[in-house]
């Protein structure tokens, strides 16, 4: 392994390697595809995952349609939702305790187009398919 401080090489951190072009410099790793931003209006992005569609985020969560207590939601999953609760729950996302899980839904309702387009302007939706 180089010396990143003598002329660059790469260099464990956090889990990954990453280049150092000069000394002090990271270069972030090159994603291996391009991301595509789906360009999608919020009203037709819940219409589509009500009727059973799923949509995926720059992040890595998804909006997915869930039946809670025979009503349908959307449900906002991914692993790292708990350290983004406060700015969720500015956005309009409201969490219930189920079970032992702590779950985020979005209301679908004439709030749910704000709290969407909330969510999304730091994570652009990549795609919306069919489950």
């Not at 869930?66 to 500015?90: F, H, I, P, T």
């Not at 969490?95 to 709290?115: H, K, L, M, S, W």
């Amino acid at each position: 392994m180089d010396d990143a401080g003598a002329g660059g090489g790469t260099r464990p951190v956090g889990g990954r390697d990453l280049d150092f072009d000069e000394p002090g410099e990271i270069t972030p790793p090159t994603p291996t595809a391009p991301r595509l931003d789906i360009d999608i209006s919020p009203t037709r992005l819940i219409e589509r995952i009500l009727d059973g569609d799923k949509a995926e985020l720059a992040n890595g969560w998804t909006i997915k349609r869930s039946r809670v207590a025979n009503d349908w939601r959307l449900e906002l999953k991914g692993d790292d939702l708990y350290g983004y609760m406060r700015e969720l729950e500015d956005a309009g996302v409201f969490r219930e305790r189920i079970g032992y899980d702590t779950r985020y839904f979005i209301p679908t309702g004439a709030n749910g187009v704000q709290v969407i387009e909330a969510i999304t302007r730091r994570r652009p939706i990549t795609s919306v398919e069919g489950e």
